[in-house]
């Protein structure tokens, strides 16, 4: 069955490409595995080249992977463009900084010498999604390219031009002919791709389930795995917060990339003692928010990337409501062409429903009640996810240690979660494990040697 790249916002199909054959997955697996043999040996400066070269060209085509981006899977054109300027911030980041990450480190012991050398491992399978589908790629392949690894990018299925743009790309950039490959497969095909022993590792950002199903195949393989899987995350507003500044940031939170993101804020955790005073700002900002074409540089919530998922949706908040949540904004499917759902707020949820138990991927936000802080983390807490956390308080102090207790691998106080090359990035309990981006990213696809020197 061909791959379909089908443009969200009006349901008209812009490409159909065949899948890869036996022998062309084999060839790519083989021409990443060679390339990678020689690209381990050159220097870090010869490798930041290349890198350097790849923003360049990022920064120079910006309107060209924008435009593609949001016609393929319906981001805002204004948030396109935005993630192929991080894209190429991680290319200029980990060529300036990975050969420090990477130095040897001495360790004294008895011996005339002895270190810790971080060395590459081999191809590293990247099987990535949809929803960020350049900087989800240059998240996880940049670092471990750096590193002196190959990848071979097995993408979301209803993103074949991104996937196969991103290889263009690189082989601009002058990477050694075959170090990045993209196949185009169906996810069917990834346990054959896992299995091959030429893949010396997987990274996989999706969901949850899928994550389950990698993490099972690999081990089988035991092959090294870094999961970023789905989110739930909550966003904590304690009495003393400034609820202007909260507000305001909850509904860019919320709606960003339509809301199709796994550290989007989805359960909206807020003290009782100015609940309907945050209600009240968190609503008008939301209602303010510009629907539309994703083209238009006015837009700021397009499509959901596809039918299903926008059904997906309806059907979560459709169950919450029966269950006793209050629309307040929004709350019905729009008919009509285009996968659009209106920016809804849900009032008076509780955790046994649906937009509370399950990671909603689409700009729907749950606003629960806390008689308090102390309920309010052990509201937060109370999900089988683990990735991002917002806390909203004037006491910083005070945020530091309530940080302490919030089961999350990212939290960020009085601000909007964000992943950043300088930080390492990453879930716990059903989010995931593992760590990209920063130091801790970029030791996660090395063969962490120890040598030891006796004279």
Not at 73 to 82: C, D, F, N, S, T
Not at 166 to 177: G, T
Not at 283 to 289: C, F, W
Not at 359 to 376: K, L, Y
């Amino acid at each position: 069955m061909a791959l379909q790249s089908i443009n969200p916002a009006t349901e008209e199909v812009l490409a159909e490409f065949a899948p890869f054959s036996d022998a062309q997955v084999d060839a790519a697996l083989q021409q990443a595995h060679e390339a990678y043999l020689h690209w381990r040996t050159r220097s870090f400066a010869e490798r930041g080249a290349c890198l350097r070269r790849a923003a360049e060209r990022l920064r120079a085509d910006k309107a060209r992977w924008a435009r593609l981006i949001t016609l393929e899977m319906g981001k805002p054109i204004v948030e396109a463009e935005a993630e192929i300027e991080k894209s190429a911030w991680a290319c200029d980041y980990f060529a300036e900084h990975a050969e420090r990450m990477l130095a040897d480190l001495a360790v004294p012991t008895e011996a005339a010498r002895s270190y810790v050398a971080f060395r590459p491992l081999g191809v590293v399978l990247a099987i990535m999604p949809w929803n960020f589908p350049f900087w989800q790629v240059f998240r996880a392949g940049v670092p471990a390219l750096m590193a002196g690894n190959g990848v071979v990018l097995k993408h979301a299925s209803n993103v074949p031009q991104c996937a196969l743009a991103i290889e263009e790309l690189l082989q601009q950039a002058e990477l050694p002919r075959g170090l990045f490959r993209t196949v185009l497969v169906p996810g069917g095909e990834t346990a054959r791709l896992i299995a091959d022993p030429r893949v010396r590792a997987v990274t996989l950002t999706g969901s949850s389930d899928v994550g389950a199903e990698v993490a099972s195949l690999a081990g089988r393989q035991i092959k090294k795995q870094v999961l970023e899987l789905g989110g739930s995350d909550p966003f904590i507003v304690l009495a003393d917060a400034d609820l202007d500044a909260a507000a305001t940031t909850a509904a860019r939170a919320r709606n960003q990339n339509s809301g199709q993101s796994c550290i989007a804020a989805k359960r909206f955790i807020v003290e009782e003692a100015v609940a309907d005073a945050f209600l009240e700002r968190f609503s008008a900002a939301v209602r303010a928010l510009r629907m539309g074409d994703p083209l238009e540089r006015t837009t700021q919530v397009g499509p959901l990337a596809r039918g299903d998922l926008r059904a997906a949706l309806a059907q979560q908040v459709e169950a919450s409501v029966r269950a006793g949540a209050r629309p307040v904004v929004g709350g019905s499917a729009i008919n009509g062409r285009g996968y659009f759902y209106p920016p809804t707020v849900l009032d008076a949820v509780t955790p046994e429903m649906a937009a509370f138990r399950e990671e909603t991927f689409g700009p729907v936000a749950a606003v629960v009640r806390a008689r308090n802080a102390e309920e309010a983390l052990r509201l937060a807490n109370a999900t089988e996810y683990g990735l991002g956390a917002s806390l909203w308080t004037r006491d910083l102090d005070r945020a530091a240690e309530l940080a302490r207790w919030i089961e999350a691998g990212v939290v960020f106080v009085n601000g909007l979660v964000a992943s950043d090359p300088r930080l390492p990035f990453g879930g716990v309990k059903r989010s995931g494990y593992g760590r990209e981006l920063g130091e801790f990213g970029i030791r996660e696809f090395v063969n962490v040697q120890t040598v030891v020197l006796n004279s």
